[in-house]
């Protein structure tokens, strides 16, 4: 599970079966050989991508270098998809997991939504490129991920946002996780090139 978040690590969270590698989206080159080490020729069978920024509201106009670092953000996907899908056991799974950002129905997230339409652009032209059963390719919303993306959505949001959901709460990290290992573990081919919106529950 690589998980390009931005979030330092905790280890006093970390279980002993954890591997914290670094990884820079926006310098692949330079941190893809120590993934690739660490695996050691092991053959995989899934990849979960948290790969997002900090979702932070812009009201002024976006500085160009932030529309840099999301084009280079999304070079670093695709490294990262290019060294580890022919890496993948028949069958395997790729799962990208991205907040929804339909659910900020206000001005100020341009940036976020530039990365976020050009992330899904990329995985769509993946998911036409490898098909099952050599991988299955799909993204998951989720309304809000919980973690370091709290201090950059509002309060206010966050609350409009939990009334929206069937149980008028959002999913922690535990209902979370394990909501992606029951999504993984099984197969579903059905879901390739899919986006499969999660709020509280898997709403198929």
Not at 74 to 93: E, H, M, T, Y
Not at 126 to 134: D, F, G, L, N, V
Request: contains cysteine; neutral net charge.
């Amino acid at each position: 599970m690589f998980n390009t978040h931005y979030r330092p690590r905790h280890p006093e969270k970390d279980s002993g079966s954890t591997v914290w590698v670094p990884f820079d989206l926006l310098d692949p080159d330079r941190h893809l050989p120590s993934l690739v080490r660490v695996l050691s020729g092991a053959s995989l069978s899934c990849l979960v991508f948290f790969a997002h920024p900090t979702i932070a509201r812009n009201t002024g106009e976006i500085p160009q270098d932030q529309t840099v670092a999301s084009m280079n953000g999304l070079l670093g996907v695709r490294a990262l998809l290019d060294s580890f899908i022919p890496r993948l056991q028949p069958g395997g799974k790729v799962l990208f997991v991205l907040p929804d950002l339909s659910a900020l129905k206000v001005s100020g997230y341009l940036a976020a939504r530039i990365y976020f339409g050009g992330l899904k652009g990329l995985i769509e032209e993946y998911a036409r490129t490898t098909i099952p059963p050599k991988a299955t390719i799909a993204i998951t919303t989720v309304l809000h991920i919980p973690g370091e993306t709290d201090p950059h959505v509002s309060r206010d949001s966050l609350e409009r946002m939990e009334r929206q959901t069937l149980s008028g709460r959002l999913p922690d990290g535990k209902t979370l996780s394990n909501w992606i290992y029951e999504l993984i573990r099984s197969p579903h081919d059905w879901i390739h090139g899919k986006i499969v919106r999660f709020q509280d529950g898997p709403l198929f």
